[in-house]
């Protein structure tokens, strides 16, 4: 089946629109930092969040007054990707575009001050305008009536790896050939429940860098933000093939799975691969699977430079891949030490032939996802 | 086998069969359980024992005992630790798998809504209180909605990768209707299905404080209709391609014909009053089984007893069908959410094998703004060929299936 990929839509710590974000990433830089404090704790975490101004151009919209800021930073993402197609959805065509939403860990702020409300002062202190916003699908509810979609609206849920997933829902949705679009939107928010919830875990670092492919796993800093991919039939970037997925069932089985999944992808030429290494154990994972199974290949990951987004992740790594090969170059790894054994962009690095790219997602909670794009 | 167009534009190359089936419900450990529980028409609402409910106007729910969730798993250590959700699933896929067990699945496609939210309750409230965290990390790696699907998965070696759809309380009818269309397109020959969702105080909270829930009895369809109670549950269904199913020779429980669903831009947590999101969803469904409402014996309606989704249900009900058999079993197992469409599913699978219309229970007198042809009360027998099960939910995501009987 034919896929392409037809408008994209970024918001990061970075910036957002995907020429702006791109154009910082080629320079070299790297989100700013803020902190996480929590009224009943000591520790505080270092995150990179998404700047008021990236959604200073978002219109005043009913849905979203009381929405979570993931609602907000999807809408963005999801609208910029739609006028770059120069796609308007009017009642002719509302019913054949699709929205397939992918989330981690959800409207986390609203969940946890509703439950920290009754926690603290009894079910009756409980908001009835809160709850809604806890909902998973929330988020794409209000993007759904802010666009006007009133066909199908999915809420996938998942590690990093489910904006991957999100796709090959997406491909599986476009089976139907009533359906003309699929608009594929992953956002997540920060919060300092999560960091201290990953930092429990032994995932989270407590200040940057975040060092890719590292000898040591030292941690990931978390982020949030949104990505946005319009789906079409035709385009330049085609999705050229998914992968349905799967799962690793031991940290030290992910390599083996990983790898399994790229000799499925790979294909005779793959130029570049968008890696989701984050300075955690996956990092080592992938680097093992890549090693052996496309050596050749070029490997970036923006992590450093953006943080981890998880759900919103995936998406942004195809922006990334779909952004490399129409501009034909990548931008410099971040804190990237000799010693990685891959062929890394050690600066701007041009990509004068690249065709074929690998988008690679390995989450922290078992999940794995891959798709390749090319270029016509 | 050529393609053909169905009335929606989709392309159609397969039937899609249903070819094992297992749920865990306040009405039941496994399918003979269930079909006793709903041939009695049985209450299985009882008062919440697992947090409290004393500030809260509603007090009751649909729950499943954890002395006989539990009991059979807690000899390892690591069953020790799963969430109440992973052993939902895992007592489901057993269920269904002691049916099939050369069932291979190529994807995992299950609907949930809160996944295993009482853990991160756990987690937070310790924090909250500098209580003992010695548990976080089994708190954080049991919360993610994905992990019962996978926990479920790796008790029977099955490896297929699992989308989980959070489509709020339609997630299990998305569940099953993506299923469906991802074997009837041919992309997939075997997909596992279903829902899950275990109660947890911030939701039940949550639907308290929006007062959709009621301190009385749930009436779905009664004129003096108050709200919704919780419930909880597992269920599962292995779909396959029906051709595929019967050149093995597998015994084919009931097929699916048809999935529609709609997005009611209306309201995050009201149904458009005109009923318009649900008609669609009905709509779409008929058309993608190439039927017409006529051609259907039965409908186990989503009738949450809230004032809002019975009269916007019953209004697209009343438009589209005449005098079609309506029910909510949702009386009887209280609403599971995510679990719901899967565990209805499974309702419907049974009416079908077992020729029966399950009662709405708790009726005393029709809404007379509503025409509508409820099974009061009683369960009863009927002969049923083709019957729809909807699923509406928060977001104004709407979804209905058609089964049918399937003679040998």
Known sequence: MSLAIAGMGWITPLGNGVDSVWEQLLQGREASLSQLAEESADQSYKVFRVSDAALASLSPHPRLRRASVISRFAAAAGLEALQAAGVTIDPHNQERIALVFAISNGGVIYTKRFYRDIIEAGAQSASPLLFPETVFNAAASHLAAILGITGATYTLVGDSAVGLLAIRMAEDLMTNDALEYCLVVGAEEADWILCDAYRRWRLLRLAPPVEPFGEVARGMILSEGAGAVLLARNGSITVARTHAGGYYRKRSEAGQTLKAMLCELAGAETDLVISSANGTFIDKAECRALQQTVPDAIVYTAKPALGESVGAAGLWQVILGGQALLRRELPPLLHATPTIPLRVPASRMPLATAQHAIVLSSGLNQQIAGLRLSIQ | ?408
């Open chain 2, 1 to 408: 086998m050529p393609k053909s167009i169905a009335g929606n534009g989709k392309s159609i190359n397969s039937r899609v069969a249903v070819v094992a089936a297992g749920v865990v419900s306040p009405l039941g450990f496994g399918l003979s359980e269930t079909v006793d529980s709903l041939r009695e028409a049985r209450d299985c609402i009882t008062r919440v024992t697992r947090f409290p409910v004393a500030e809260c106007r509603c007090k009751t729910a649909g729950q499943v005992p954890d002395e006989r969730l539990l009991k059979e798993q807690h000899e390892a250590n690591r069953a020790q630790r799963l969430h109440r959700a992973s052993h939902m699933m895992i007592r489901a896929l057993t269920e269904a798998m002691t049916q099939r067990s050369d069932f291979k699945p190529e994807l995992t496609v299950i609907g949930t809504t809160s996944g295993g939210m009482s853990y991160g309750e756990d987690y937070y409230r310790s924090v909250r209180r500098h209580g003992n965290l010695r548990h976080a990390p089994t708190w954080i790696a049991n919360y993610p909605a994905q992990k019962p699907v996978i926990d479920a998965q790796e008790a029977f070696g099955i490896s297929a990768p699992c989308q989980v759809i959070a489509n709020a309380c339609a997630s299990g009818t998305n569940a099953i209707g993506h299923a469906f269309e991802c074997v009837r397109s041919g992309r997939y020959q075997r997909v596992l299905t279903g829902g899950y969702d275990t109660l947890s105080e911030l939701v039940f909270v949550g639907f308290d404080s929006l007062q959709a829930s009621t301190p009385e009895k749930c009436r779905p369809f009664d004129r003096h209709r108050a709200g919704m109670v919780l419930g909880e549950g597992a269920a599962i269904l292995a779909l396959e391609n029906l051709d595929a199913a019967r050149a093995r020779g597998v015994p084919v429980l009931a097929e699916i014909t048809g999935y529609g669903m709609s997005t009611d831009n209306f309201h995050l947590t009201q149904p458009n009053p005109s009923g318009i999101g649900p008609k669609q969803a009905m709509e779409r469904a008929l058309r993608s089984a190439q039927i017409s409402p006529s051609e259907i014996d039965y409908i186990n309606a989503h009738g949450t007893a809230t004032v809002f989704n019975d009269a916007a249900e019953g209004k697209s009900i009343s438009e589209l069908f005449n005098g079609v058999p309506v029910s909510s079993t949702k009386g009887m197992m209280g609403h599971s959410l995510g679990a719901a469409g899967a565990v209805e599913a499974i309702i419907c699978l049974l009416a079908l094998q077992h020729q029966f219309l399950p009662a709405n229970i708790n009726f005393g007198s029709a809404d007379d703004g509503l025409d509508l042809n409820v099974v009061a009360n009683a369960t009863r027998p009927a002969p049923l060929g083709t019957v729809l099960s909807n699923s509406f939910g928060f977001g104004g995501t709407n979804a209905s299936i058609v089964m049918r009987k399937l003679e040998a």
